[in-house]
């Protein structure tokens, strides 16, 4: 996705300049976040400098994403999502990605071998170790 034009420093993507990227990503800045995060706890990211920071970002992309945006943010605990998969209990984070699906799938693998619609997986022979 990132392509470098030759023999300037532009990026490509979101039309951001290596410089621009150098900072978001360096040490120093890195470490800012952290004591920010320690000295201000969460709010940080949501209402303070953090924020303020990213809607600056946001904005000179023509983004629309405002302070009001992250500091209406809530958030709720839930609990790791659970399969039994072999008699194994797999505990895995809730999420919207890849490891939702691959618990999913393992789910799907079990019932359908319990139901003899699809053979064991050790019975194939590519599956072997």
Known sequence: M??????KDKLNYLKISLNAINMILNGKARMKTYREVEEIGHDAFYKCCIAEETVSIIAELKGRMGLGDFSSHS????????IKYKGIDIYERPSNDQEIVASLTLGMIDEHQKSEKIN???SIEHNRV
């Open 2 to 7: 990132f392509s470098v034009k030759s023999g």
């Open 75 to 82: 958030s709720e605990f839930c609990g790791p999502v659970r």
């Open 120 to 122: 064991r997986l050790e």
